[in-house]
């Protein structure tokens, strides 16, 4: 029996301050790059998936999530970096008839970032006073797909992307992949993870979005309002290539970053790309 016909949209939690001193020359702070929640819906019900970072992004998301009307019943997770699940918390006490799942790799991801020590030295010191106190890691999700009104939402083992065990959760009864950190969507890639290794294993995972082919691709970080063009895993997987190529050929991280930014000079959140330059060059 087919499914009903689903729908989505996407909200994005725009750029916000990080206190994070290390600075390029051009830039007199460092911002956080924008973060998208996706949501799919049925007649009646939905799917959020991920659930942003901070007790005031995760309101207004749940705000957004109510104005719907429909019936949240899951919150999946795509990966375990916290700006995109911290607010979790929030959003189950809200919906309290939600359940939160993810793949048994990115629970366990999601648990080492809960760790106080890494909230404390890593997320309270960058958002001092912004991070929720009550932090709620998903469940293990059994198998590799959930159900929305007879249709199939599947996920995707990514693998390395912008971290570990990344996965992406793909609708193809609409021709939907919501690509968390797999995909950036005009915004400059956070690769400080990522080493030569790392970024062969990003590109063998966009390759595997890509035979999906799907209609639709919906970035874990996007400018806000650029639409949401199946084009953008090319794009991210160019970003990729050049950061290589440019990397080969420069030497310290401050000609790594002026070299990418010569051939990306319009994307949102160059601190990101600081923080990768650093990374690659120590």
Known sequence: MSGTSLSWSVHTAPSIPTEVSDLPPDLPRRMWSPITATLIAGELDAVLVDALMTTEQAGHLADWVAASGKNLTTVFVTHGHGDHWFGLGALLDRFPNAHAVAAPAVVAQMKEQMASDTVGSLWNARFPGQIPHRLVAAEPLVGDRLQLEGNDLVVVRLGHTDTDDTTCLHVPSIGLVVAGD???????LYLAESSAEGRRAWLDALDTIAALDPQAVIAGHKRPGSPDNPTNIAETAKYIHDFKTVAERTATALELYQGMLKLHP???????????ARSAKG
């Open 266 to 276: 319009d994307r949102v959140n160059r601190g990101a790309l600081w923080g990768s």
């Open 182 to 188: 797999a995909v950036y969507n005009d915004v400059h």
